[in-house]
């Protein structure tokens, strides 16, 4: 069982910038691909970014291209940059581990294990 921890959220004026960190319980962390969601209050679950493996492939979704950095140690950790923060990227962020594929995709069906969540609010 892979117990995930999130921290860094906060409030944030718009433009502003916050990394959040997730770090994994599990010593094989390195065999995991890693992802990041987001939640606004009365919408679903949304992909926020993902990382492989070994730190490739990365991927972003589309609104956040250019403001988003996600990257990973080898020990335990995964973290997303976000800048330029906007109002509309105020959610709950997630973020998840699986390796069921090969490959981590932007399906939250593919992820095995969850943090808690930490909130992101951003002013305008």
């Known amino acids: 069982q892979v117990q995930l921890?999130?921290?860094?959220?906060?409030?944030?004026?718009?433009g502003g910038s916050l990394r959040l960190s997730c770090t994994a319980s599990e010593r094989t962390f390195g065999t995991y691909y890693m992802g990041w969601f987001r939640q606004a209050p009365g919408k679903e679950r949304?992909?926020?970014?993902?990382?492989?493996?070994n730190?490739?492939?990365t991927k972003w979704r589309d609104s956040v291209k250019g403001r988003?950095?996600?990257?990973?140690?080898?020990a335990?950790?995964?973290f997303l940059e976000l800048d330029t923060l906007k109002p509309?990227?105020?959610?709950?962020?997630y973020c998840a581990a699986g390796r069921t594929l090969g490959m981590p995709?932007?399906?939250?069906?593919?992820?095995?294990?969850?943090?808690?969540?930490?909130?992101?609010?951003?002013?305008?």
């Open 105 to 124: 995709t932007m399906d939250p069906d593919d992820y095995d294990y969850w943090g808690q969540g930490t909130q992101v609010t951003v002013s305008s």
């Open 88 to 93: 509309d990227d105020t959610a709950v962020y």
């Open 55 to 57: 730190g490739a492939p």
């Open 5 to 14: 921890v999130e921290t860094g959220g906060g409030l944030v004026q718009a």
């Open 46 to 53: 949304e992909f926020v970014a993902y990382i492989g493996r």
């Open 76 to 78: 335990s950790s995964v």
């Open 68 to 74: 988003i950095g996600i990257s990973r140690d080898y």
